[in-house]
């Protein structure tokens, strides 16, 4: 089993829909990410959080550390958001001299007009 | 100011040959990373590097993955010679200070290797 799992994996949408990508991981971590990636481009950081909401334009991330899961959301969702959203926990070893990143597979997202 | 920038952006090459790719992280930052999405796959480490220093490269696959991080600027991986499976889109990235856990990635390169 991943230490960190998405769900679902792939998730189609009409535009203007509200898109909800949830992630679950198992180890203690130092703060959660979600990243975004569009077909054949780069990883781009949406938001780093360990704690609580964040919200940026239409999107919104929340987290629970006490149960360990994370939360995308996506309101009025547009073709253009269409690629695959990426969590990742990133956390320091015991010594704090190393930050690591485990990944999710990814949410794979098709909003159609 | 550049973000993280990765070359090349795609590359083909036959089995047993090799290939070097390239990762210039931002400017300052003394981390860089190395992963590997191999298709239908999560996102893996490959290594880290703390400036020249090789700090933790638990996840190269094998020893004819080679990286190097000379000067602590820009960082190399050589796969020599590739394996098929060696496939898959290599992503490089970097952050800054000790504790500051914001990663900033750059583009990938697509390696395919036929």
Wanted: aromatic share 8%; hydrophobic share 30%.
């Amino acid at each position: 089993k991943n230490e960190v799992e998405q769900s679902p994996q792939n998730l189609t949408a009409q535009e203007g829909e509200f898109i909800t990508i949830n992630c679950s991981y198992s180890v203690g971590i130092s703060a959660l990410h979600w990243l975004q990636q569009h077909p054949g481009g780069g990883i781009v950081s949406l938001f780093m959080l360990s704690s609580g909401k964040k919200k940026h334009g239409r999107l919104i991330a929340t987290i629970n550390i006490q149960e360990k899961h994370s939360s995308l959301h996506i309101t009025a969702s547009h073709p253009r958001d269409s690629a695959v959203y990426i969590c990742a926990v990133g956390s320091f070893n015991s010594g704090g001299s190393n930050y690591k990143l485990t990944f999710g597979k990814g949410t794979l997202l098709t909003v159609n007009p | 100011e550049a973000g993280v920038t990765q070359f090349p952006s795609h590359s083909v090459i036959e089995k047993g040959q090799t290939v070097t790719l390239r990762c210039d992280p931002i400017s300052g930052h003394d981390n860089l990373y190395w992963y590997r999405r191999v298709m239908g796959k999560e996102i893996k480490f490959l290594l880290h590097f703390v400036k020249e220093s090789k700090q933790d490269e638990s996840g190269m696959p094998n020893n004819r993955f080679l990286a190097e991080r000379t000067g602590g600027t820009y960082s190399t991986l050589k796969v020599q010679p590739a394996e098929l499976e060696d496939s898959g889109v290599y992503f490089c990235a970097s952050r800054g200070g000790c504790r500051n856990t914001e990663a900033f990635f750059g583009q990938g390169t697509r390696l395919t290797v036929v």
